[in-house]
């Protein structure tokens, strides 16, 4: 057969290599449009969000019930559906995926932090220090997982954590009530490593973000903060997007930023690490030039928006 094709046979296998081109680019794009259906959720992320949400109720249960020996309304908050909500659960991925991406990074404290001490504005020493500390009491405790909830979220959690307490004790508790209350008054968003970073990107001058850039030397919180600034989409959002099974977002969300194509390649290589294959280094190497930063930043857009329609009327 391959000697009747003859001069044919070069064009198809051009057709041939662009069919799988196209195949791996729509596969790309489907998993974007349509997670759910193309990308399962693995075992292992299944797994890491259910123990990061019981660790949650675990810990805001002690400190309600004065530091129990073990949680007794984890097991009910599950099968109720609670831990299943959209926000709850959407908040636990991000967490998951940050994790990932600092321990991608070596973990440690962000260099760019501890080189702010010495900054000359005082805000944004103020703001080094709560980052350190948060990351110091956030990563490196335990205990205090409940520290990385939104306001709204650990206002939700605590008074269903205290009406399945109630539930399963048949009695109400003041001094449980009282500590659930004295917990979310105690509550400090400010002090919290993502408001932290807020804070030193607002304050920090033009020159002072080219670091930014650089998530070796920035850590993660620094790094995710600067993007979303750069391009007004939500902090959990991008750190989906980098730990997203498929790199193409990462690609798209880059090129947004106008990043050159050198220290995109490097910034992909240092938080996807393994989980970057052959063919997304090579549609990389094809296609990253011809994103137009204004088309990535409508795109981006986009996804932004259904993200926000799914938060307020998804399931999952």
């Not at 908050?77 to 070596?106: H, K, M, P």
């Not at 939500?234 to 977002?249: N, V, W």
């Not at 990535?296 to 928006?305: E, G, P």
Request: proline share 3%.
């Amino acid at each position: 057969m391959d000697g009747l094709l003859g001069p044919q046979d070069d064009l198809l296998s051009i057709a041939c290599a662009d069919a799988r081109d196209v195949d791996a680019l729509c596969q790309d794009v489907a998993s974007i449009i349509f997670p759910s259906a193309v990308h399962t959720p693995s075992e292992a992320t299944i797994s890491a969000v259910s123990v990061k949400l019981l660790q949650i109720v675990r810990d805001i249960e002690a400190r309600l019930q004065e530091a129990s020996p073990k949680s007794v309304s984890g097991p009910l908050l599950a099968r109720s559906g609670f831990l299943r909500e959209t926000e709850i659960v959407d908040f636990a991925l991000a967490r998951v995926a940050e994790d990932n991406l600092i321990a991608r990074l070596g973990g440690g404290f962000s260099q760019l932090a501890v080189a702010l001490l010495d900054h000359a504005d005082r805000n944004v020493i103020e703001a080094a220090q709560a980052l350190l500390a948060a990351d110091s009491l956030q990563l490196r405790s335990q205990g205090r997982s409940y520290l990385t909830l939104p306001p709204e979220i650990l206002h939700k959690m605590c008074w269903r954590i205290v009406a399945a307490l109630e539930l399963l004790s048949g009695s109400r508790s003041d001094k449980i009530i009282n500590n659930a209350r004295a917990l979310i008054a105690s509550y400090d968003e400010a002090q919290t490593a993502a408001a932290s970073a807020r804070k030193i990107v607002h304050f920090l001058s033009d020159e002072g973000r080219v670091s930014l850039s650089n998530p070796h030397y920035a850590g993660i919180h620094l790094f995710v903060t600067h993007l979303s600034a750069e391009l007004n989409i939500g902090h959990d959002h991008i750190l989906r997007l980098i730990d997203f099974e498929s790199a193409f977002p990462m690609m798209v969300m880059l090129a947004a930023a106008d990043l050159p194509k050198h220290a995109a390649l490097q910034t992909m290589v240092d938080l996807r690490s393994q989980m970057l294959s052959a063919r997304e280094a090579a549609l990389f190497e094809a296609e990253y030039t011809h994103f137009a930063p204004e088309t990535a930043r409508q795109q981006l857009s986009d996804w932004s928006s259904a993200r926000s329609l799914f938060l307020s009327f998804g399931k999952t």
